[in-house]
């Protein structure tokens, strides 16, 4: 069965940081691309980062040169560093992990952690 499980949200005030996981079961964590994800209060789900097998990394616009998406293997973890939070990164987290099963990749999703930002 596969689990993915998010951890580190909270309260934090503008510009603070935070850090949130995401501990993968069920699936080889290595081979797996993953990513992260957020849908703010009456918002879409939208993408924020992904990290490939081979470490190589892209992200949205609005959070280029502020958060940062690395993994540990070892711990098949995956981790979303924020920094300089705003308002505006108020939002459900969520990571998504794109597991390669017979030629196709399968999407599987944790059940989000809340980051709320105040100003």
């Known amino acids: 069965q596969v689990q993915l499980v998010e951890s580190g949200g909270g309260l934090v005030q503008a510009g603070g940081s935070l850090r949130l996981s995401c501990v993968g079961s069920g699936i080889i964590f290595s081979s797996s691309v993953m990513h992260w994800y957020r849908q703010g209060p009456g918002k879409q789900r939208d993408f924020v980062a992904r990290?490939?097998?081979?470490?190589?990394?892209n992200y949205a616009d609005s959070v280029k040169g502020r958060f940062t998406i690395s993994r540990d293997n070892a711990k098949n973890t995956a981790y979303l560093q924020m920094n300089s939070l705003k308002p505006d990164d108020t939002a459900v987290y969520y990571c998504?992990?794109?597991?390669?099963?017979?030629?196709?990749?399968?999407?599987?999703w944790g059940q989000g952690t809340q980051v709320t930002v105040s100003s």
């Open positions: 998504k992990a794109a597991v390669l099963r017979s030629f196709a990749y399968v999407d599987y």
């Open positions: 990290i490939t097998r081979d470490g190589s990394t």
